[in-house]
């Protein structure tokens, strides 16, 4: 223990052979020994030396964010507590990768997100709406979760519920029988945007149409949707604190600033009635909103363990009887919690990065926190911050292992996963992707895009309000998927807007009633602007008739039995146009009959019977096709998606997703090079710009130049030799 603190930073060996020999040859109680025996115990040292600063040398200080400010906590109360009682902990259980605790102010639960992800921190403690927004907007998994007693067990969520005064219940003669009834009552929350104080709530009454988002109004009063909404719905109400998405929006020297709504708060009491600290304002958090519902208001939404934990704190005199818990269903019991209630929540739980959970401090850390109710102890509500690390409802601590649904699905997590994106899709202009995105990398991606650019609509004037502009990414799968959702609108769950091609555009407007804002313009050979693209045929030059002894290509006839590189089925430019205009000039039969032999649509059967056998690639799906029922059909793409080339999973060559180098515009291309460069005979269906798209960002450019490609023409022409 003495060599580790003396030697922890420096590791001196000369001094930890003094030593060694000192306590060796002078210790009280240990026999005297020869000095070659005194050598041995150096050399025994030495090693014993070796391995100790190696040990040392990997421990680490782990740093934990606290979602508030320096200012925010008074004499440094809740950081002192925080690291001393962390310390406290590591100390007993001897952790060799952790040198100490450090916990540092992060100022909100956002700038601890971010701090998080950034890597100036690893830990944090979220709950609830805060977990479900570190997760998705920032890559962040729990560790381990906070666990709830129960009927059933321990349990690792809880329950937003609306609990009333008994004697307000319609079977006591009171005004209250369903939810609906609290329109104008006095509403006690637990702050702006808080899980169950906020969240849910709002959410289930707004999915459930009892509550109308009032867009245009917050429009108007520069301030967020949902607390226009929750204002308009209620009277007087308690509902502190903000966030960076409101309640309410002011501008000052050309920044633009979220702060306090004084009307949502003025139903509080304290001497600061807007904030969160429940010692400048005695109704925030869980405990404060029961309170304002106890001295006069009429209703508080806060978890399904409050009401034990005020209790406790009053001295245990309050009888459960005089409370009930108001739903759909009426008043019932406040044990009722499980059939009446607002929504289920994920439990308050250690958070950080995913590769900090398997490193060795990630690991010691989680061995730390599970199961350890002794160190749950020290840190429930530190410094007074209620909830921070832990809150006082929590019994135990759990790992959150795989099996649990934690890291993967998190709608299957968030079992009220509609709840929290109603409330965070009101303020956001929702885009749908139309395709797959298992892993939320291509949802992450669009978003920082596309709100990289948001603040230039209000620097150009395109906004008449105050309130932030963001945008929201949602994987719907498909394109139909999301002509559906954006014809059903965010506010019914649904999107704002997509980006659709050609073919896609027609359906869209002709099904789905949906009509084009802006268009992509490309630049034509005259230099001028164009809000449009062509369809092309691509062939290497020397395939084509009178470039070589081996010319084929010279009209749209040519090009039965060679191998076709589409960009998609049902793609527009890939086959949408070409293959309908194939079979429009009757070129490619239309095979009526082995369509329906095979159960395939016309177009698919009709184009596997012109090109050569096992030569098609044209990856991907419609809700109708290229199989009934929007299946995949092996001889569009299961032989002719592959290559020599490029090696293309089996699983992967029929899907028209990012996973398939040969599916899109780049991939059609790619293909036909590919197929060309192994000597067999290919034409690649794309727009006119592909080639100048994707050159910068392939190979194509050491293999393939412009005069290496000819567009085929589509009748036969002696001047061009069929090409161009």
């Known amino acids: ?139 962040l998994i729990a560790y381990v979760a906070e666990e709830y007693t129960s009927e059933d067990g321990p349990i690792n969520s809880y329950y937003a519920v609306a609990v009333v005064k008994a004697s307000q219940c319609k079977e006591r003669e009171g005004p209250l029988s369903t939810l609906s009834d609290l329109k104008g009552k006095k509403s006690c929350h637990t702050g702006f945007r808080k899980t169950a104080g906020w969240i849910l709530p709002v959410g289930y009454m707004m999915n459930t149409g009892l509550m109308e988002a009032k867009r245009d109004e917050a429009v108007s009063q520069n301030m967020a949707v949902d607390a226009v909404s929750v204002k308009e719905f209620f009277g007087d109400m308690c509902a502190p604190g903000t966030t960076p998405e409101g309640p309410k929006f002011v501008e000052s020297d050309g920044n633009i600033t979220a702060v306090e709504d004084e009307e949502m708060c003025a139903g509080c009491q304290g001497t600061d009635k807007c904030s969160r600290d429940p010692s400048l304002n005695d109704y925030a958090g869980y405990l404060g909103a ?198 059903n609108g965010a506010a019914r769950g649904g999107d704002d807007f997509v980006v659709l091609g050609g073919g896609q555009m027609y359906t869209a407007h002709k099904y789905y009633g949906l009509n084009a804002f802006v268009a992509e313009k490309y630049t034509q050979q005259s230099g001028d602007p164009l809000n449009a693209y062509y369809s092309v045929a691509v062939v290497k030059a020397n395939k084509c008739a009178g470039e070589s002894d081996n010319g084929v290509f010279s009209s749209l006839e040519s090009l039965q039995g060679v191998q076709a590189c589409h960009t998609g089925y049902r793609k527009t430019a890939g086959w949408m146009l070409p293959v309908g205009r194939l079979i429009d000039e009757e070129i490619m039969p239309a095979l009526k009959e082995d369509a329906l032999e095979e159960g395939v649509s016309v177009d698919a059967a009709s184009v596997v019977g012109f090109f050569q056998k096992d030569g098609v690639c044209a990856a991907g799906t419609t809700a109708d096709g290229p199989l009934e029922g929007g299946e995949e059909f092996d001889p569009l793409c299961a032989i002719g998606c592959t290559s020599e080339a490029t090696t293309i999973d089996e699983s992967n060559r029929c899907k028209g997703t990012s996973d398939n180098p040969y599916y899109g515009y780049q991939g059609a291309f790619q293909c036909m090079v590919d197929k060309e460069a192994a000597g067999q005979t290919a034409v690649a269906f794309v727009k006119h710009t592909t080639f100048d798209d994707y050159k910068d960002q392939t190979n194509w450019g050491s293999k393939v130049s412009r005069g290496d490609r000819f567009l085929l023409e589509p009748q036969r022409n002696a001047h061009h030799n069929g090409c161009q």
């Open 1 to 139: 223990y003495i060599a580790q603190k003396l030697f922890k930073n420096c590791c001196d060996l000369s001094s930890v052979f003094a030593f060694r020999s000192f306590v060796h040859l002078s210790g009280e109680g240990l026999p005297r020994r020869p000095w070659t025996d005194t050598m041995g115990a150096c050399r025994v040292g030495r090693l014993a030396a070796l391995l100790l600063c190696a040990t040392l040398a990997t421990a680490v200080d782990v740093k934990v964010c606290m979602p508030f400010s320096e200012a925010e906590d008074a004499s440094n109360a809740a950081k002192n507590a925080c690291e001393s009682n962390l310390d406290s902990a590591l100390g007993s259980a001897s952790l060799e990768s952790i040198d100490k605790f450090v916990c540092q102010y992060g100022g909100s639960e956002e700038g601890c997100m971010q701090s998080i992800e950034d890597g100036t921190n690893d830990l944090a403690t979220f709950g609830g709406d805060q977990l479900y927004r570190a997760h998705r907007d920032h890559g």
């Open 290 to 487: 029961f309170q304002c519902m106890v001295d006069g208001g009429d209703v508080a939404f806060v978890k399904h363990t409050t009401f034990d934990d005020w209790n406790s704190e009053k001295g245990g005199g309050n009888s459960k009887e005089d409370y009930r818990l108001l739903c759909s269903r009426g008043c019932q019991p406040l044990d009722a919690y499980k059939k009446c209630n607002l929504g289920e929540a994920p439990a308050t739980a250690l958070v950080g990065r995913v590769d900090w959970k398997t490193s060795n401090a990630g690991r010691d850390v989680i061995s730390l926190f599970n199961g350890n109710d002794q160190l749950l102890g020290k840190t429930q509500d530190l410094g007074g911050k209620e909830d921070f690390l832990f809150s006082s409802s929590a019994k135990s601590l759990a790992r959150i292992d795989n099996s649990v649904p934690f890291e993967g699905s998190t709608s299957a997590f968030f079992k009220s996963y509609d709840q929290f994106e109603a409330i965070h899709a009101l303020n956001k202009v929702k885009v749908c992707m139309p395709f797959e995105d298992p892993d939320g990398a291509n949802r992450r991606a669009c978003e920082e895009k596309l709100n990289t650019f948001a603040p230039s609509l209000r620097a150009n004037d395109y906004l008449n309000t105050l309130l932030p502009v963001s945008f929201l990414c949602s994987a719907r799968g498909t394109d139909e998927e999301c002509m559906r959702a954006v014809k």
